[in-house]
């Protein structure tokens, strides 16, 4: 079966101090694999869809990389209003799509 | 201009009940989908429609049960309302065989809450 493990659970920044958010992965068969951010009472915003390892996608201070079994969401610089939860998902070619549980993102002043 | 919209926003209801939502979506895509996001907040998909036609079930109880009159519309109507009912249930849709990754774009969400 399809697994997404999403780490940290939460993880909380100051303003202008780079991380990144790590997504692990098994997938019979990679049809795609999502990054989304969710603001709280809001559904699911489409950020990147990555395919093929090495493929890089980047907006704003966010870059989303791919290996064969992760993925990496990368924020640079990152400001108050990119507080968050971001959810990693991963499509295969037959079958339903699979989320993690996210990484609530709290970035300060 | 909203891509994908749910209704109503927010559900407060009595156990027993029976409730509707609806989805519509004005992106022109073939495939609908619902999940329900639990109280720790993990998406698990319920039912996907394509043009019309269901292609995903998963292990949903009986009393949970999709239509989808046309492409652009898919509903949830629930029986006999149960506590552990209670989630949000998102919608969303996707071009299953236009867009070779199958991104998926959800809706606001509805805010169930059986009392």
């Known amino acids: 079966e399809d697994q997404v493990t999403q780490s940290p659970e939460a993880l909380r920044l100051q303003e202008g101090e780079s991380s990144s958010l790590n997504c692990s992965y098994t997938?019979?068969?990679?049809?795609?694999l999502f990054w989304y951010r969710q603001d709280p009472g809001k559904g699911p915003e489409f950020l990147f869809t990555?395919?093929?390892a090495g493929e890089e996608k980047e907006k704003e201070r966010l870059k989303a990389t791919l290996t064969k079994k992760e993925s990496f969401l990368h924020i640079t610089a990152p400001k108050p209003e990119d507080s968050a939860t971001y959810l990693c998902?991963?499509?295969?070619?037959?079958?339903?799509?699979?989320f993690g549980t996210g990484t609530r993102l709290q970035v300060t002043l | 201009d909203t891509a994908v919209s749910q209704t109503p926003k927010y559900l407060v209801t009595q156990m027993g009940n029976d409730k509707s939502i609806k989805c519509e979506q004005n992106?022109?895509?073939?495939?609908m989908y619902w999940y329900k996001q639990d109280s720790k907040k993990f998406l698990k998909i319920m039912f996907s429609?394509?043009?019309?036609?269901?292609?995903i079930n998963e292990t949903v109880p009986n009393r949970f049960s999709p239509k989808s009159p046309d492409k652009a519309h898919l509903n949830l109507h629930i029986n006999s309302l149960e506590l552990g009912d209670s989630a949000v249930y998102f919608c969303?849709?996707?071009?299953?065989?236009?867009?070779?990754?199958?991104?998926?774009?959800f809706g606001p969400g509805t805010r169930l809450l059986v009392l």
């Open positions: 992106l022109g895509h073939d495939t």
């Open positions: 990555l395919y093929s």
């Open positions: 969303a849709s996707t071009s299953l065989f236009g867009d070779p990754r199958g991104t998926q774009y």
């Open positions: 997938v019979s068969g990679l049809r795609g």
């Open positions: 998902a991963v499509q295969p070619r037959q079958g339903k799509l699979t």
């Open positions: 429609y394509n043009n019309k036609e269901l292609i």
